[in-house]
Each structure stands twice: as structure tokens, then as C-alpha cells.
């Protein structure tokens, strides 16, 4: 009788393990999940406190902006200007993956991916085209451009992520660049990424219903500003935002939406950061949930928020047909400290001497436009 109990103990254990184990290669397959994304441009400039209007300390505001993404559900974070203080940003935040920093500001872009999941295939991408040397942003002189990579989200699922720092300002010559930039991405995502799941996000420095009031009064081109808004939705993306908050509408007006929120679009609605999804090789997006957040604290001892950008945050319930879903032709994981960054810093450094120098008698006649 012993021997039975005991025989039986051992057969409920033995089958009480199995269970576990189906159930954690179950959760590793799973067919549907919530994924949570943020982008955040983090404002990582080496900037002292003592020389900020504001009095921002960047490496404890970048401290405090890992800890408050750490409460969320935020399962990639796509940060942009994550310059000097990168290893501050590192060490805080709950997240085991991410790419591999380009340097600080001036030799680096600032575009970095971190991921609770695997992180492969990592590219980075500079824009052709950008405007402004003394003036409207000093865009020329700053490395900007795309961040893209592969994140395995699931055993065997793959997703395409991307981030991007666009040209910051808005006269004709910084918006012209800008549709430069956009196209230049969307090609990339075309040879890179065709009919596969992709989340583009970043610092697009655009919006939608500002640039709408302002070629209706003139004061940007019409066709300009047609392709700025309707290039990544012409192409099968949907703004998260956009999509959670307007039922859709991409056609709503400044008016609109400052009476509908009670202020200027700033940090609040329509800002110029944003989230794009499209669905591709079975894996599907349902939107549940995407707001501006400025994941403020009651530890800011400085006049402002923890960043000079709102963040996007949004929530997708992912669903999965894995007979439709695809892996890339390679998965490769990225060197700790690729050659290549070398090489791109020390390019940056003699591209932008280069144009400081070409651009002197410039600079003795009108000043730096962005300071006065």
C-alpha cells in the first residue's frame, strides 16, 4: 500500500513538471501577447546644469527616465538623442538587450534599441540629404539618421524595428530635407523589410495638424507638406497615436484638437514624435492603447520635465499565424564594439571640421542663427 501512495506521489509530480514545462515552451510560443513600446528621445546632450535655462541635471533626469520606464509594461524602448549618458540610461533600465552606443554627441547619432527579447541583424544608416550648418537646427553638422534591427519577440517570430532622428527644423529648406529623409527611409524599409511585421518610431520633428494649418495659410508648400503627412500611411503604416486617439482620422485640424485638449499640441497631442506598425509575415498588430506621456516624477528638482520631448508609449496585442510567419535569411548579433563605429566617428569628426571650415566667412557675417 506504501509502495502504491508512493508510486503515485511520484507518478503526480512527474506529471505536475510536465505541466510546467508545457506550460513555459507554451508562453515561448504563445499565439497571442502584449507588446509595449516606448519612444523617447532622452535628451542626453552634455549640456551642465548650471548652463541650462532650465537647470536639468542630464544624468539624473536620465536616471529617473529609466526608472519610471522600468514601471510600465514597456517591453522595447527606442531612444533618440542617448548621447553622453547611454551607460546612466544602461545600468537603470530592466532590460537585457539592446544595440550597441555609436559614441556621444557630435561623433554618434544617438539612436539606440533596448529589448526585453533578442536583438539581431543591427544596421545604422546616416540621411543623404539634411540642411542647416549655423542655422535652422545645424542639422549638417549632427549625424543623424535610422537605427534599425530584428527583435525575436517570440520563439521563432521575428519583428523589424526601426527608430530615426529627423532634420529638427521647419523652414522650406529643413522640410525639403525631411521629405529627402522619408523617402530615403522607406526605400530602406522596401529592400530591408518587405512584407515583414515592422515598428517604425522616432523623432520625426512632424506632425500632422500643424503642417495642415500651415500650408492652408501658406506658409508651407502644399505638395511638401501632402507627401510629409501621407508618406508612411500611403505605405501600410497606421499611426498608433493617431489610431487610438482620432478614431483613424489623419484629417483633423489644429483647431480641432486644441479645443478638444484645452492647448497647443506640445507634449500633449500630435507632437512630433511618433509610433508607425505594419502587419507582415503572420504577425498582426491590434492597437490597445498609445498617449504622450512625460513620465514626469515628483523627484524633479528643475523647472521642466525629464526630457525636452514627450515620449510615446503604446500597447499592441500581437496575434500569430506561424504557418505565415518568416525568418530573415540571417540572424546575426552585433559585435560589442563594431570596427565600423570607429571609422563612422572619426568620418563625423573630419565631415563636420570640413564644413565648419568651408563655412566660416558664414558664420563672421550672420552669426549662429539658432542662438539669437
Known sequence: MKFKKTLSLLLAVILLSGCVTVSFAADENADAFKLGVISFNVDGLPVPSFLSSTKRPPSKATKLIAREINKTDCDILCAQEDFNFDGVLEKNLDMKNRTVTSGPAVVGDGLNIFSKYPIFNVGRVLWDDAYGIFDCGSDELTPKGILYCT??????????????????????????????????L?????????????????????????????????????????????????????????????????????????????????????????????????????????VYDDFDCEDITWEGHLSDHAAVKATFNVTIERKNATKPEKLERENSHPVSHFFSAVASIARTLFKVIKNLPSLFKNGIGWLK
Open 151 to 184: 527583435v525575436e519577440v517570440r520563439h521563432g517570430i521575428f519583428v523589424d524595428v526601426y527608430t530615426l532622428h529627423a532634420d529638427a527644423w521647419e523652414d522650406d529648406d529643413s522640410m525639403y530635407a525631411k521629405v529627402s529623409q522619408f523617402d530615403q
Open 186 to 290: 522607406l526605400k530602406l524599409i522596401e529592400t530591408n523589410s518587405a512584407d515583414r511585421a515592422v515598428i517604425l518610431t522616432g523623432d520625426f520633428n512632424t506632425n500632422y495638424a500643424v503642417f495642415r494649418e500651415g500650408y492652408k495659410n501658406g506658409r508651407y508648400p502644399v505638395d511638401l507638406c501632402q507627401k510629409l503627412l501621407d508618406n508612411f500611411i500611403g505605405n501600410g503604416f497606421k499611426d498608433a497615436w493617431i489610431e487610438c486617439n482620432t478614431d483613424g482620422n489623419y484629417d483633423f485640424t489644429y483647431y480641432e484638437m486644441k479645443e478638444k485638449y484645452g492647448c497647443d499640441y506640445p507634449r500633449v497631442w500630435d507632437t512630433l514624435d511618433h509610433i508607425y506598425y505594419r502587419d507582415g509575415a503572420g504577425v498582426s498588430f491590434e492597437l490597445e492603447s498609445a
